[in-house]
């Protein structure tokens, strides 16, 4: 079993930075593919960045250029480094892991942006 635990969210405002942290309890496989996802008010959730270890990182067309995904396999953490922060990037950001069929979800970080 896999448990995962965000951290990094805040209210930021447009232009700023924020950096997000989950990190994971439990066995990491070299093949597990981690990310990011975000669920704005009213919308589905959506796919922001996902690695998988010794990978580059996989992005949404909405925030290529600002946002960088990495790892940590030591510590089984996984970072979001997002900058130049939008008012429409506002949303609830969670935590995934990919194994095969499964996916496994941390509870959520929620990051605002706003003047």
């Known amino acids: 079993q896999v448990q995962l635990a965000e951290s990094g969210g805040g209210l930021v405002q447009p232009g700023g930075s924020l950096r997000l942290s989950c990190a994971a309890s439990g066995t990491i496989f070299s093949m597990d593919v981690m990310g990011w996802y975000r669920q704005a008010p009213g919308k589905q959730r959506e796919l922001v960045a996902d690695?998988?270890?010794?990978?580059?990182?996989n992005y949404a067309d909405s925030v290529k250029g600002r946002f960088n995904i990495s790892g940590d396999n030591a510590k089984k953490t996984v970072y979001l480094q997002m900058n130049n922060l939008k008012p429409e990037d506002t949303g609830v950001y969670y935590c995934n892991i990919r194994r095969g069929i499964l996916r496994y979800w941390g509870q959520g970080t929620q990051v605002t942006v706003s003047s």
């Open positions: 690695i998988i270890s010794g990978g580059s990182g």
